[in-house]
């Protein structure tokens, strides 16, 4: 990887650290013991599902960068702008905020590591409800 590339790469992650970090502090998660970036690390990786509080810590402190699911997650539970979340571009609030509930989120994710044949049959099922349910 040449240098600037590292440096975009570097500096994409703190920029969304630090939104991510505004956008939960605004949202009232903030840390109850001294923690960097000043707020709770568990309250995140319990609304996206992650596997550790390290994880989230990582996306918090600008160490690493959620995949694009999770930043809708992300933005989705606190309610703000994904693109505002992802690049910093247009308002915090209003514009592109994920419509998806918590648990539409989990089904999207087991939906994308499903074969294709497992996709048809679920989709087949998905019309039979919504047929039944009218």
């Not at 995949?67 to 571009?89: M, P, Y």
């Amino acid at each position: 990887m040449r240098m600037n590339q590292i440096k975009r790469t570097s500096a994409r992650k703190i920029g969304f650290a630090s939104r991510l970090r505004e956008a939960m502090h605004d949202a009232g998660h903030i840390a109850k013991r001294a923690a960097k970036g000043g707020v709770d690390a568990k309250a995140l990786k319990e609304a996206i599902g992650l596997h550790t509080v390290e994880s989230a810590r990582r996306y918090i402190e600008g160490l690493a960068t959620p995949s694009e699911d999770k930043i809708d997650h992300i933005a989705a539970w606190l309610k703000i702008n994904v693109q505002w979340l992802r690049d910093g571009e247009g308002p915090k609030h209003g514009g592109a905020v994920s419509s998806l509930s918590p648990v539409e989120h989990e089904l999207l994710d087991d939906l994308r590591h499903c074969t294709d044949s497992d996709k048809q049959t679920l989709r087949a099922l998905a019309k039979a409800l919504r047929a039944k349910i009218g």
